[in-house]
């Protein structure tokens, strides 16, 4: 199982980035994906997230309007598109994938680095 992210980088405030999360190794379309991301001295906070079948996701109230979640079932990847960039979102940033059943199954990426900095 691996769960790999990229788009991570310096952005200067009000910039964008795309983050992407490619997934292996397991039935990619049968897991809630999420991001999280964890700021220094900080603890790890969940970002967004979107259920197995896709839809509109949810939010952190300190990312609504600015960040969209979105997966391509095709391409077992999930993507974080961050736009309106603020210093405060200066963080590593990890893909989860989760399922739920019989057994349940959680598994975290390595994280991306993300700085907001003029």
């Known amino acids: 199982v691996q769960l790999v992210e990229s788009g991570g980088g310096l952005v200067q405030p009000g910039g964008s980035l795309r983050l992407s999360c490619a997934a292996s190794g397991f039935t990619f379309s049968s897991y809630a994906m999420s991001w999280y991301r964890q700021a220094p001295e900080k603890e790890r906070e969940l970002v967004a997230g979107i259920m197995s079948t896709g839809g509109s996701g949810n939010y952190a109230d300190s990312v609504k309007g600015r960040f969209t979640i979105s997966r391509d079932n095709a391409k077992n990847t999930v993507y974080l598109q961050m736009n309106s960039l603020k210093r405060e979102d200066t963080a590593v940033y990890y893909c989860?994938?989760?399922?739920?059943?019989?057994?349940?199954?959680?598994?975290w990426g390595q994280g991306t680095q993300v700085t907001v900095s003029s």
């Open positions: 989860r994938a989760k399922h739920w059943g019989l057994t349940n199954y959680d598994y």
